[in-house]
């Protein structure tokens, strides 16, 4: 693996926590399943409002679709009341639309929050994600899982197998 996918990788680790790793969860429009990712942060993040991460993600989704194409999104904000970034990781048993560029459906979307002042970390952070989820095997592999913990576990030790 090159040294950017290994650094993307980690960045992944560094973003994620076990219950915040959801495997095969139903899909849904994007304001449901924002307001999914609202609440597992919520639910772990007690400086976090669910209607302000719901409507900060919708507004970003206003500007142009998230979504990379070949299945894949990567909804993002900044957030006044985010003390650091920090990722939510959905795969989907059934697709949903994002208004991909390739009007494929996704199933698998990393959501990110990052701090409002964190301009260019979040940039940083985006293109670190994009790169690693451009690769299919890594995209692959998060999708062949089958439980919360295998997704976060595939996710977040990427860099330390032979792939």
Do not use: Y
Request: aromatic share 4%; glycine share 8%; proline share 5%.
């Amino acid at each position: 693996m090159s040294q950017d996918l290994s650094h993307a990788a980690n960045i992944v680790s560094d973003l994620l926590t076990p219950s915040r790793s959801l495997c095969q969860i139903p899909g849904g429009g994007k304001k449901r399943l924002f307001e999914l990712v609202a609440d597992v942060l919520g639910s772990e993040k007690d400086e976090f409002h669910p209607d302000e991460l719901v409507a900060g993600m919708l507004a970003r989704e206003k500007l142009g679709s998230t979504a990379l194409g070949n299945g894949i999104a990567i909804p993002h904000c900044r957030l006044n009341d985010c003390e650091t970034p920090c990722g939510v990781l959905l795969t989907l048993s059934s697709s949903g639309d994002f208004d991909a560029p390739d009007d494929d459906e996704v199933d698998l979307i990393f959501a990110l929050v990052v701090p409002s002042e964190a301009t260019q970390e979040h940039l940083n952070l985006l293109a670190d994600l994009a790169r690693l989820f451009s690769q299919p095997d890594f995209c692959d592999a998060l999708r062949g899982c089958t439980s919360n913990e295998s997704l976060f576990e595939t996710a977040s030790n990427w860099n330390s197998g032979s792939r």
